[in-house]
């Protein structure tokens, strides 16, 4: 049964940062690596209002409970761009308002771009909205498998407890992308062909086309194409071909096989 947007609603906040240490991030400062995953979702974070004006320029904007969630969403994910920016800040490197600038201006043509592909998308099909949900879903999925990711791999204590209360208020969006399209889906056969061509042929994980090809590769690489962070990437997909008629997708395991490689020839 879907989540109600009204429950949602009913419990957002900003990210709570009561009791977050964040003098620990100068005296016990992340590593390189972890900085540059760090980097890569503030910008993903903090570039959700770009996603929500595409998502409201389709026949999604006419479902009231899908607006309500929507407004939710983007309050929510905006915090958590302060919140991870916040820690940037502390190591000397730009925060989320600084790098949402830059990005903006660098993307803007493909931003119009993106927004007609989305206008004509909904026009010319009419299960668009069931594909914006399955779209939503498996990033949900797949962001709350990098930042648990994250988590193991930067073994910090702070950073921890922060990620964690970020994963907790995602955990809801999931909730909600996951029982749209599933309602969706079950509704529509042309729906699940569509939905599954569409992942297919165009999905690559949140971010892709927000920040560089390098940074994508660098994201998939450092934290899914080790054994254990293919263990979760082979985790998200069981669970997102659960979805109606997109059994057997290997999303973010084909996703993180390929970042290994293109890192791999990157050094």
């Not at 073994?155 to 990620?163: F, K, M």
């Amino acid at each position: 049964m879907p989540v109600s947007s009204r429950s949602i609603i009913g419990r957002s906040a900003r990210v709570d940062l009561e009791g977050i240490d964040f003098n620990s991030f100068e005296t016990q400062p992340l590593a390189v690596e972890t900085l540059r995953c760090l980097r890569y979702m503030c910008d993903v974070e903090s570039h959700t209002i770009c996603y929500l004006r595409e998502i409201l320029a389709t026949s999604a904007h006419r479902d009231p409970d899908i607006t309500a969630f929507l407004a939710c969403w983007n309050y929510e994910e905006f915090w958590h761009g302060e919140a991870l920016g916040q820690v940037l800040e502390l190591h000397r490197l730009p925060g989320a308002k600084e790098s949402a600038q830059d990005l903006r201006r660098e993307r803007k043509w493909l931003d119009e771009l993106r927004l007609l592909t989305f206008n004509i998308g909904s026009l010319i099909a009419d299960d668009f909205v069931a594909i914006q949900m399955c779209w939503g879903a498996i990033n949900e999925l797949t962001a709350q498998a990098a930042y648990a990711r994250m988590i193991a791999k930067a073994q910090h204590p702070e950073l921890s407890e922060l990620v964690r209360r970020i994963m907790k208020q995602e955990g809801r969006h999931l909730d909600f992308y996951e029982g749209e399209a599933r309602k969706r889906l079950l509704k529509s056969r042309r729906a699940q062909r569509l939905a599954r061509f569409a992942l297919t042929k165009f999905w690559a994980p949140v971010g892709s086309g927000v920040v560089s090809n390098s940074e994508v590769a660098h994201m998939a690489s450092y934290l899914f194409a080790d054994e254990e962070g293919l263990v979760a990437a082979q985790r998200v997909d069981r669970k997102f071909s659960r979805l109606p008629g997109l059994d057997g997708l290997t999303l973010l395991e084909t996703a993180a096989r390929r970042g290994g490689k293109a890192a791999a020839l990157r050094q």
